[in-house]
């Protein structure tokens, strides 16, 4: 008789998928029966801003997910969590040039050098296009696993500055943006220990006496 192997979770990804792009419908629906408030553009670029960093750090969460219990379903679904992210990210910058600055490229790019907050938040935006570029098993094998995980170490400032990029326009109550900030402090601290403990042995068996 033969025996199928059985892929474990056959439904994560399909499952976060269809949830993460969930929000992007709803806004899409409120949107179309006038269900976003008064200020319709201001709420789906804010909305979408807001889904693309949890997704971020989402993100980043599943090697830490990992090391801190050995879970390894984390690691398959860390791609696909990324490029949500990612997808967030460019939608948010579509309302934003295409909604709020009428497609004015010359008002986007005076924006951005003007205003800081804009600044970190299109850099955050710049560093996440090779990561999405370079997300395959492909990449990976053509540019060499070291320097495809050098190159991913990008996600890192990539977070920073879209945390920082709300922490700088919400200007008052700070609250929110600084939950996030201590979340990727946390997931920045565990991923240092993981590494430093990885390398002590190492370095002890590299010693005078190895
Ligand atoms: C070129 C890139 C970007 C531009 C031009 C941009 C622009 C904006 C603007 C205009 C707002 C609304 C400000 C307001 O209503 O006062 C905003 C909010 C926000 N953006 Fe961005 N953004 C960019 C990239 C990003 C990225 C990459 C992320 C996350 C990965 C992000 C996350 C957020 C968040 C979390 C908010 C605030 C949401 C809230 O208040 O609930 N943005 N952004």
Not at 70 to 76: A, L, S
């Amino acid at each position: 008789m033969e025996t199928r192997r059985r892929r474990p979770l056959p439904w994560l990804n399909p499952g976060i998928l269809v949830g993460a792009m969930a929000p992007a419908v709803t806004i899409l629906m409120r949107a179309r029966s006038g269900a976003l408030g008064a200020n319709p553009i201001a709420e789906a670029l804010n909305e979408l801003g807001l889904i693309a960093l949890v997704l971020l750090i989402a993100s980043l969460a599943c090697t830490p997910l990992k090391t801190l219990t050995g879970w390894t379903w984390p690691m398959r679904a860390r791609r696909l969590i990324g490029l949500l992210a990612f997808t967030y990210a460019a939608l948010h910058l579509t309302v934003y040039a295409g909604l709020d600055q009428g497609l004015d490229l010359r008002a986007v790019l005076a924006d951005v050098v003007k205003r800081r907050f804009i600044f970190v938040g299109f850099a955050a935006f710049v560093m996440m296009i090779p990561l999405a570029l370079t997300s395959t098993g492909a990449s990976v094998r053509r540019m060499g696993y070291v320097k495809w995980k050098q190159l991913h170490l990008l996600v890192y400032p990539a977070a920073l500055c879209a945390v920082i990029h709300f922490v700088w326009r919400v200007k008052k109550d700070l609250r929110e943006p600084l939950v996030y900030a201590t979340i990727l402090g946390a997931l920045l601290l565990v991923r240092v220990i993981a590494a430093r403990r990885r390398s002590r042995p190492a370095a002890a068996t590299s010693g005078p006496n190895a």
